[in-house]
């Protein structure tokens, strides 16, 4: 049972379609669009509602943009700490995006054919690793010019020497593999819940299937909620530390 099973999953494998040499996979970046209209939509009409009903009675949708403003602004000030507004746009908006990616796996299973194989139109693509490893490059480079406009280029380059200049090498080793991390975090968690799925499909009576998919998905969307989570966290603790001269504040204090 285990090998048929094992001819039947296959792990990662996508409709790809090719541009300008490059391979793109057709059904992740089709589920990336969807879940950045949502996440569009949901901010046009949050914004609206807040415009429309200032002084007034909150509707539900701008309650819940309030405490999520609320919650992520927590966050980001106990890790960033003074102007710590300036980076709760990202931190809301990678929330809510990844957020949306994880819950879409939560949607009925549309099957299309593509050159005679079947694929799922909209699987959460954060369960494909070229999303989140994207997105853990975008917030690591900004994270760095970040660290180089707080403390300059001599300083950016002075603070892989602490606390102390045999560390050097590691700190760069943290440095290179702060993406790798983040990638592999969110992406691991989220493939698990669709490989979950793809186990019960093949290995269940197709009569059980449907209810091991209602017991495993509201699981699977709190993961995605935590994990929604996690990234944002590390993402605003990131920030915080790229900015902070404690580290070199306390070298010059203690040289003196």
Not at 8 to 23: A, K, R, S, Y
Not at 39 to 63: H, W
Not at 108 to 118: C, Q, T, Y
Request: charged share 10%; glycine share 8%; hydrophobic share 50%.
């Amino acid at each position: 049972m285990l090998l048929a099973a094992e001819k039947q999953i296959e792990v990662g494998h996508h409709p790809v379609f090719n541009l300008f040499g490059l391979d793109f996979n057709l059904d992740i970046v089709v589920s990336s669009l969807v879940a950045a209209i949502i996440v569009v939509t949901l901010f046009t009409f949050g914004a609206r509602a807040a415009k429309k009903n200032a002084g007034g009675v909150p509707s539900k949708l701008q309650l819940a943009f309030e405490i999520l403003i609320e919650q992520i602004g927590g966050i980001a000030e106990s890790s960033i700490g003074a102007g710590y507004k300036r980076f709760l746009g990202i931190g809301v908006t990678l929330f809510t995006f990844i957020l949306t990616c994880n819950w879409l796996g939560a949607l009925p299973a549309i099957p299309i054919h593509w050159h005679g194989h079947e694929y799922e139109i909209l699987p959460p693509p954060t369960s494909d690793v070229n999303l989140p490893f994207a997105m853990a490059i975008v917030v690591i480079v900004w994270v760095n010019f970040e660290s180089i406009r707080a403390r300059g280029i001599g300083g950016y380059f002075k603070h892989f020497t602490q606390p102390f200049a045999m560390m050097t090498p590691i700190n760069l080793i943290e440095e290179i593999i702060k993406p790798v991390t983040m990638t592999f975090r969110l992406f691991g968690n989220l493939f698990s819940g669709v490989l979950m799925v793809m186990v019960m499909t093949v290995l269940l009576p197709v009569y059980v299937v449907p209810l091991g998919e209602i017991i495993w998905k509201p699981f699977d969307m709190g993961i995605g909620v935590i994990q929604a989570f996690i990234f944002t966290l590390l993402t605003m603790l990131y920030m915080g530390m790229a900015m902070s001269h404690h580290g070199s504040d306390e070298h010059t204090d203690s040289s003196h």
